[in-house]
């Protein structure tokens, strides 16, 4: 069963200090991983999308991957009370499928 | 840029009414995705499609049925709509090279 792991939150941050997204995943062949935000009552945005170990930067977003730790994170620097919502983490694995694995979210409060 | 409509945001049904739900993309996607989201449990696969008149099942299908008659449009049945179907339905699209996937707006589902 693969499995994608997420702190539900909520996790509230300051306006302007940086907030830390963590996701974890069980399956070691996993290849792509995306962050998604969703804010209340709407669909996923695709906002970051990481395929090797290290950073990769966009913007005020920073997406971390570590394959060894399976581990992927998401950081937001000089939060804004825009960046309120739910993060979802997704996982592709390939091995022929073409399904995500979707993490439940968890749910960033950016206080002005 | 990627656009996916779904046919309606809103929706009001029935128990025992034959419910179709309508995704079309615009960016010739060979895969479409069907999901729904409820709170606590997060988005969880339906169906999908990797090409036309070819379906997959998700992660619950039971109750469900799809059609893809042509490559943009890609369609969700529910035979017979049972209140627990009542939820948010999401549609999504990837192009075969690359697994990110983009959402349509969303269709909330409420049977009565």
């Known amino acids: 069963q693969k499995e994608v792991e997420q702190n539900s939150g909520p996790l509230s941050v300051p306006e302007g200090a940086i907030a830390s997204l963590n996701c974890t995943y069980s399956?070691?062949?996993?290849?792509?991983f995306f962050w998604y935000r969703q804010y209340s009552g709407k669909s996923p945005e695709l906002i970051m999308s990481?395929?090797?170990?290290g950073d990769k930067e966009d913007g005020r977003f920073t997406a971390q991957l570590n394959k060894a730790s399976q581990y992927v994170s998401l950081l937001i620097r000089d939060s804004q009370p825009s960046d309120s919502a739910t993060y979802l983490c997704?996982?592709?694995?390939?091995?022929?499928?073409?399904?995500?694995?979707f993490g439940k979210g968890t749910k960033l409060s950016v206080i002005p | 840029d990627v656009k996916v409509t779904q046919s309606s945001r809103y929706l009001v049904k029935r128990t025992g009414e034959k419910v179709f739900l309508e995704c079309v993309q615009d960016?010739?996607?060979?895969?479409m995705f069907w999901y729904r989201q409820d709170p606590g449990l997060g988005l969880r696969l339906i169906y999908f499609?990797?090409?036309?008149?070819?379906?997959e099942k998700g992660d619950i299908p039971e109750g469900y049925s799809v059609s893809r008659e042509k490559k943009e449009r890609f369609s969700l049945i529910l035979e017979s709509a049972s209140t627990n179907q009542t939820s948010m339905y999401l549609c999504?699209?990837?192009?075969?090279?690359?697994?990110?996937?983009?959402f349509g707006p969303g269709t909330r589902l409420t049977v009565l």
């Open positions: 997704a996982v592709f694995t390939g091995a022929g499928s073409y399904q995500l694995t």
């Open positions: 399956d070691r062949v996993s290849q792509s």
């Open positions: 499609s990797y090409d036309v008149k070819m379906k």
């Open positions: 999504a699209s990837s192009p075969r090279t690359s697994r990110e996937q983009f």
């Open positions: 960016m010739d996607h060979e895969n």
């Open positions: 990481i395929y090797s170990n």
